[in-house]
């Protein structure tokens, strides 16, 4: 057997890069904790974890593939719980259900936060019958579990509204700095004006950021888009008048940190006039899951409609997201996967959004 030693922060980090490493085949030999040196205030405890992977195969059964594949999720989740110390959760579904080890072990290793996974996965274990055979129960199980994680999100297309009331629909995007908000807002606006046929005015608010003007104007004209900035509330009730024909005018707004109360009453204040302006709470899933809730939290006081998800294809999880929409119940109506424009901008459904939450990888078109 070929072994190597993998260091992480923790339990979880080091089984997704040992099975990007080695591969789904790959078993856990031994762990243990490195606990934080007295003498470094700046350090922090990190766990160590041997692996190995078989240099030959044998010829065993398909149930006999199957009791090995459980062996291996077991040997993982114990490790988790000794080393880890997660919650009594997690023992409470190891002890009652039993064939929930590999699908817990698949939530934890996409980033899926322990909490929200044992609750989906004690929702989907109730209720099941009691004389099932173990293969039975685990594909009962599987099947249950996606429905929850189904039920559990809502998606909705925010963005297909013609101007029949002669009223254009104005959509902001707000959130944290650095989440890609201007090139969502150019991806959005291609595929309206190419795709789907319609007028689009652009409107910046961000009077903060060195060149956010000018990088937008420069998006509308490749695009042949009208765009002006507006750094006032008079400002805005001027362009949105000359936009009027519009059928969709989408705001890009200055990002500030999520500490920052006063800039964001800035924001909230210029928009807060009766504009009837929807609001998409933009969050990029390459933040950590306590700066994404900060975050969240923090832009709430504008009322987001939707949430929009940037960068997918930076971030090795995708789990958190499962855990946001779980503590702000938002539908998500856009998310993106790339920096081309328009290519990599997808709207949703759930399948979608499952798959991408799940870790598969999800390039998508309309």
């Known amino acids: 057997?070929?072994?190597?030693?993998?260091?992480?922060?923790?339990?979880?980090?080091?089984?997704?890069?040992?099975?990007?490493?080695?591969?789904?085949?790959?078993?856990?030999?031994?762990?243990?904790?490195?606990?934080?040196?007295?003498?470094?205030?700046?350090?922090?405890?990190?766990?160590?974890v041997e692996a190995g992977i078989r240099t030959e195969q044998n010829n065993v059964s398909k149930d006999g593939d199957l009791l090995a594949s459980v062996k291996a999720d077991i040997a993982e989740i114990k490790d988790m719980v000794a080393i880890a110390g997660m919650g009594s959760g997690m023992h409470n579904v190891l002890c009652s259900q039993f064939e929930s080890v590999g699908v817990l072990a698949a939530f934890l290793r996409s980033g899926v936060s322990e909490k929200l996974a044992c609750a989906?996965?004690?929702?989907?274990?109730?209720?099941?019958?009691?004389?099932?055979?173990?293969?039975?129960?685990?594909?009962?199980?599987?099947?249950?579990?996606?429905?929850?994680?189904?039920?559990?999100?809502?998606?909705?297309?925010?963005?297909?509204?013609?101007?029949?009331?002669?009223?254009?629909?104005?959509?902001?995007?707000?959130?944290?700095?650095?989440?890609?908000?201007?090139?969502?807002?150019?991806?959005l606006a291609a595929m309206l004006r190419f795709k789907r046929k319609m007028r689009v005015?652009?409107?910046?608010?961000?009077?903060?950021?060195?060149?956010?003007?000018?990088?937008?104007?420069?998006?509308?004209?490749?695009?042949?888009?009208?765009?002006?900035?507006?750094?006032?509330?008079?400002?805005?009730?001027?362009?949105?008048?000359?936009?009027?024909?519009m059928d969709m005018i989408l705001i890009d707004t200055a990002g500030h940190s999520h500490y920052d109360k006063e800039k964001i009453n800035e924001i909230l204040a210029l928009m807060k006039a009766d504009f009837g302006i929807s609001v998409h709470l933009?969050?990029?899933?390459?933040?950590?899951?306590?700066?994404?809730?900060?975050?969240?939290?923090?832009?709430?006081?504008?009322?987001?409609?939707t949430y929009v998800f940037t960068k997918i294809d930076e971030a090795k999880r995708c789990g958190k997201i499962l855990d946001q929409i779980n503590d702000m119940n938002l539908p998500v109506s856009l998310i993106t996967n790339g920096q081309k424009v328009p290519e990599d901008l997808i709207v949703p459904d759930r399948q979608t959004l499952v798959k991408t939450i799940l870790g598969k990888n999800t390039k998508g078109d309309m």
Not at 35 to 47: C, E, L, N, S, T
Not at 126 to 144: F, S, T, V
Not at 148 to 161: A, E, G, I, P, T
Not at 234 to 240: I, P
């Open 1 to 48: 057997m070929n072994k190597r030693i993998f260091k992480a922060a923790n339990i979880q980090e080091a089984i997704a890069t040992i099975k990007q490493e080695l591969g789904p085949e790959a078993m856990i030999l031994s762990t243990r904790k490195i606990p934080r040196k007295p003498r470094d205030p700046y350090g922090r405890d990190m766990v160590e």
């Open 120 to 187: 989906l996965i004690e929702k989907a274990s109730a209720g099941m019958a009691d004389d099932l055979g173990p293969e039975e129960r685990i594909r009962r199980l599987k099947q249950n579990v996606m429905h929850q994680c189904l039920n559990h999100m809502s998606v909705k297309d925010y963005f297909r509204r013609t101007n029949i009331s002669g009223l254009p629909h104005v959509a902001a995007f707000v959130g944290p700095t650095g989440v890609g908000k201007t090139t969502t807002i150019a991806k």
């Open 201 to 245: 005015g652009l409107v910046s608010v961000d009077n903060y950021r060195v060149g956010a003007f000018e990088q937008l104007k420069a998006y509308a004209g490749i695009m042949g888009l009208f765009c002006v900035p507006a750094f006032s509330a008079g400002d805005l009730a001027c362009a949105l008048d000359r936009m009027k024909s």
């Open 282 to 305: 933009t969050l990029s899933v390459t933040a950590e899951s306590i700066n994404m809730k900060e975050a969240a939290q923090a832009f709430s006081v504008f009322n987001p409609e």
